[in-house]
Every structure is written in C-alpha cells, then in structure tokens.
C-alpha cells in the first residue's frame, strides 16, 4: 500500500516537472525569439546604414562635404585647414584625407577631423588595401601607415611626381609624371613597370581583373597583373584624371566634361555629362556614381550613361571622393 502511495506522489511530481520544464522552456525560447529578433533588427539596421553608405569629397581651401544620400545633398564639415585636400580613402575604422604641405587629416566618422603629420611634400592621392594606409605625392613621395596616425616613408628614388595610387588583387599601383608606374605588393617595396608612353599618368584603378589608369591627352592603359600595360586608344584629346570600377563599368572623367564608359577597359564609350567643367574623380558606391570638379561640380548617375547636376553648395573645386 504504501509503494502504491509513494507510486502515485511520483507520478504526480514528475507530471508537475514535465509542465514546469516545458513551461520555462517555452518562456526561455520567448526570450531567447525575442533577443536574436532585436539583434537582427540591429544588425539589418546596421546593414541597411552601412549600403546606404557616406559619401565625403575634399577640395580647395581644406573644402569637405559630406552626403548620406546618395551624393544629392551635401553637408560641409570643418576641416581645420585652409590648404587643399586633393586625396581622401577609407579604411580601418578610419577616414583619411591628404592635401598640399603633406597635409593629412583623420576622423572616425567624416565629421570630425584630426590634424596628422609626416611631410612637407604636397600629397595628391591615398588609398587602402591589406591593412594599409598608403599616400603618394611629389617628387615621388610615398608613405605608408597601419592607422592614419603614424606615417612612415618609403622611397623609391624617382623624382617624378606620383598623381595616383591604388589597390586590387594583392597589389598597390601608383601612377605619376612621365609614364610613371610603380608597383608593390606591400607598400614597403616598389618596382617601377613600364608604360610604354611618356606622359602624365593622373588615375587607376582595378576592377573585372583588370588594372586602368589614365592620364594626360586621354591616355588610356590597362593591365592583367599591374606589370604589363596595353594602350586603349579612344580618341579624345582632353586629360582624364579619374577613373573607377563598379556595377560591371568602368567610368573615367577629365576636361572639359569627359566622361567615358567601357565595361572592359577596351573599348570606351563617350556620355553626355551637361557641364564643361573639369571632371576630376569619379566614385561608385551604394548603387550610384558620383563625380566631382571644378568649381564646386557634382555629378550622379545610376548606370554612369544618364548624369545627374547636384547642388554642392560651394564653388571650390572637388578633387577626389569616396564612399564609405
């Protein structure tokens, strides 16, 4: 009898544990439902701030705007400079921006910016790549920096000015005076290629597995690995000082409102920009191009053939941009 009892007082606490357990489960599982429901809406919010992107562009007299609209509308920032910031990269957390008088300057977020050291030689261009911050300007100044902050020199002896600088598969590329080109796969390092012309090289990029840069007179070159370089003749007679890579096209801007499209680097096709201002850098990012130049010009395009004028808010010029 009392095995029965003490039988029947067992089953009734395990039936009690089985619907207790299942029940803390069941909340557990709420909250566990509603943590990662909350993360990923963080995350996808993040996501979503991030694609939309940060588009910031420096020019004339220490000149920086920024947009998060896709280059529509611009908002100037304070950059404490009144010396021109020709060069601006993104990387590390950090932006980067370089200019006449080996100036550079950082922010963490395109706001805020933070005067930084490391030459007297005028800086044209800087850019990111395998955990490197490399810049280049004249006289064939080159430096390198893991964070922005400290710059370290690496030079190579050429004593032509470097206008470009660039990143894709393994490699840095820099272009410059005179048919310049010198590459390294880690910015300490460099060995000057052979261009095959002598004028000024202004641009490159790498996109599609292909190297591209332009220069002077509307050169036009490309390459498979950043050593041998081909001569892609389009015709025109205006310099091209920016090129880039996105959405399958390549797009280069130069004089007098050139803007050039290929989706190869072979063969280019001329667009209608609707200015003849200068075109200095183009950029693509969150689905858009943005182009910038002289005296404050701003040019957008979803597919780089119909181009758009912003109002930039300043008359300056623009003389590179990126999109974070």
Partial sequence: MIFRTNKYYLLILLAAFIVGGCGNSSGNYEEIESSVSSESTTTSTDNTTTSIGLFVTVGYSGTILTSSDNGTTWTPRTSGTSNRLIGVTYGNETFVTVGDSGTILTSPDGTSWTSRSGTSYNLQKVTYGNG????????????????????????????????????????????????????????????????????????????????VMVGQSGTIFTSPDGTTWTSRSFGTGYNLFGVTYGNGLFVTVGGGGTILTSSDGTTWTERTSGTSEKLYVVTYGNGTFVVVGENGTILTSLDGTTWTSRTSGTSNHLYDILVK
């Fill in 132 to 211: 490197l911050f490399v810049t280049v300007g004249w006289e064939g100044t080159i430096l390198t920096s893991s964070d922005g902050t400290t710059w370290t020199s690496r030079s190579f002896g050429t004593g032509y000015n470097l206008y470009g600088v660039t990143y894709g598969n393994g490699l840095f590329v820099t272009v410059g005076g005179y048919g310049t080109i010198l590459t390294s796969s880690d910015g300490t390092t460099w060995t000057p290629r052979t261009s095959g012309t002598s004028n000024r090289l202004y641009g490159v990029t790498y996109g599609n597995e292909t190297f």
